[in-house]
Nanobody, 125 residues
Framework: QVQLVESGGGLVQAGGSLRLSCATS????????MGWFRQAPGKEREFVIV????????YYADSVKGRFTISRDNAKNTVYLQMNSLKPVDTAVYYC??????????????????WGQGTQVTVSS
């Protein structure tokens, strides 16, 4: 069983930055692709950014390109989401997810086996 725990969410003004962390346990961290997804009130969960097992493949949602980055530290079993130039539209619950089946990186939430509990990010105007 894989457990994912997100942290780092909070309230920030537009233009500010936050770094989310997702700590994992239960399996060898380097054996799964990782992703960040978000869900705003009344909307479906959407892809934000994903990274492959090796870290060589990263996909960004168009809405976050140039502002968000993802990184993984296999020694710490942790994946990070650095969010810069935040906008009110980025307000959502952010979820970390793990995919144990693919060598690449999928942007589809349904391809991910394990999910964290989510962390709220609120960007004020």
């Amino acid at each position: 069983q894989v457990q994912l725990v997100e942290s780092g969410g909070g309230l920030v003004q537009a233009g500010g930055s936050l770094r989310l962390s997702c700590a994992t346990s239960g399996r060898i961290f380097s054996s799964y692709a990782m992703g960040w997804f978000r869900q705003a009130p009344g909307k479906e969960r959407e892809f934000v950014i994903v990274i492959s097992r090796s870290g060589n493949t990263i996909y960004y949602a168009d809405s976050v390109k140039g502002r968000f980055t993802i990184s993984r530290d296999n020694a710490k079993n942790t994946v990070y989401l650095q969010m810069n130039s935040l906008k009110p539209v980025d307000t959502a619950v952010y979820y970390c997810a793990a995919d144990s089946r693919r060598y690449g990186a999928s942007v589809s939430p349904s391809d991910y086996d394990y999910w964290g509990q989510g962390t709220q990010v609120t960007v004020s105007s």
